[in-house]
């Protein structure tokens, strides 16, 4: 027992190779369905256009790499929200930790990695592809540039509030998540929209001529530079930790 309770790579690594092949048939389907898509998009482009639009196609390849993965992540924990798999998963000899990092791990920092190698890889295809059917240019993606790397982060920050809605949530998981997201969002800014109003009064009649300086200082660049911090800093530590607690309740 001391040494289950012990973190261990080694059983975080069997855990997130058993992950693997248990979900590896719906993930190939998944992204197979995301490449012929990709693909038919990127030929209808050209035919019309007459050139191949990459920067329009690695838009909404991102999209589609942003929805399928907390699609994925959603379904992360399914197998504990049944009875008798669920109790085999709780029974598997590991800790809580590491139960709940290797699921993170694959959802987040090698998904988001994966899913836009091989992004690369179907955009190349279809340039190629292009190229050849209607003599378009041939171009590269690149996700790995100072935006495609901060658009990665903002899905590991983001993709950190579908995980803990997969454990939270036993039915229906992504659909509860984005309408609790939604609630929650209209709840926050009615709070603000209220004390805006009783700090501020008419914002009809407000402008940066009638604020003081330290006022129109904290709106424009405190309190950006604050939301930012809480975003990149605080939210993805916040939602693993109340992660690994629903967990823990699971487990009783």
Request: without cysteine; proline residues 2%; hydrophobic residues 55%.
């Amino acid at each position: 027992m001391e040494k289950i309770n012990q973190f261990s790579i080694q059983r975080l690594f069997l855990l997130m190779k058993r992950h693997s092949f248990i979900n590896l048939k719906t993930w190939l389907v998944g992204f197979g369905a995301i490449s012929g898509v990709l693909i038919v998009i990127s030929l209808l482009q050209s035919y019309s256009s007459g050139f191949f639009n990459l920067s329009a196609l690695s838009t909404t390849g991102v999209t589609f790499i942003f929805i399928a993965g907390y699609l994925i992540t959603s379904m992360a924990y399914n197998e504990i929200h049944t009875s008798a798999r669920g109790q085999f998963y709780l029974m598997l000899p590991a800790n809580t930790i590491e139960k709940l990092l290797s699921n993170w791990i694959i959802t987040s920092f090698l998904y988001i990695i994966i899913a836009n190698v091989l992004l690369i890889a179907i955009l190349a295809l279809a340039s190629l592809l292009s190229s050849f059917l209607f003599n378009t240019g041939v171009e590269i993606y690149n996700p790995f540039t100072n935006d495609g790397i901060r658009t990665m982060g903002i899905y590991v920050v983001t993709q950190s509030v579908f995980f803990l809605g997969a454990l939270y949530f036993r039915k229906n998981n992504l659909l509860k998540t984005l309408l609790s997201i939604f609630v929650i969002q209209m709840i926050f800014s009615s709070i603000l929209a209220l004390a805006g109003w009783l700090i501020l009064g008419d914002f009809n009649q407000v402008n940066e001529e009638s604020l003081p300086n330290e006022a129109v200082q904290f709106f424009t660049v405190n309190l950006p530079d604050i939301a930012k911090t809480i975003f990149w800093v605080v939210t993805a530590p916040f939602f693993l930790i109340v992660s690994y607690f629903k967990f823990k309740e699971r487990e009783v």
